[in-house]
């Protein structure tokens, strides 16, 4: 690989936001650690390589005793949290066409390999995520928090709650501890 996987930078401040209001916790000394500076200006284009944020999500982990810090992570999220994205996904007429929004242009919020897809089945629809490429796959704790936060944008651009009828995760314990 030539260049390692990033992340779009509103990852790190969903993180910050949850370790302040759901743990009670100032994110700035564990981030420091892992030489993120939570002061710097974040714009669309500032991204932050998929190493740092596995440093970030691990120490995130040992603060709080809790792996599911993720999944609270992800609540956090709003339409501008995504940047462009975001707002495109808020122009999206049906939770459908903001489901296919995602399947074409994912790869502005991460770089990292990944195969999204999106299926018809009977009366419903499957979204599919999926990393070819273990080594270069986010740590659980992104995951979870990505999927959470698409919860989120669901159930903004649709405007009531949305559940998926059925979630299935994949997680090789030797690779994310």
Not at 4 to 33: C, K, N, W
Not at 78 to 98: H, I, K, V
Request: with cysteine; proline share 7%.
């Amino acid at each position: 690989m030539l260049h390692e996987p990033t992340t779009l930078a509103m990852a790190i401040h969903l993180l910050a936001d949850a370790l302040r209001e759901e743990y009670g916790v100032d994110p700035q000394p564990v981030f420091s650690d892992v030489g993120i500076d939570l002061q710097k200006e974040v714009s669309p284009q500032c991204r932050y390589p998929l190493s740092q944020m596995r440093e970030l999500w691990a120490a995130t982990v040992e603060l709080t005793g809790d792996p599911t810090v993720g999944l609270r992570t992800g609540w956090h999220a709003r339409p501008a949290s995504f940047y462009a994205f975001g707002f495109s996904w808020m122009a999206s007429e049906t939770l459908l066409e903001g489901l296919k929004r995602l399947c074409r242009y994912g790869k502005i919020v991460s770089t990292a390999s990944f195969e999204l897809s999106l299926r018809e089945l009977d009366d419903t629809y499957a979204l599919s995520e999926a990393y070819p490429d273990e080594a270069h796959s986010p740590p659980r704790e992104g995951i979870d928090a990505g999927m959470t936060a698409l919860l989120r944008l669901c159930d903004i651009v649709a405007e009531k709650r949305i559940r998926p009828v059925r979630v299935e995760l994949v997680c090789d314990d030797n690779v994310h501890p």
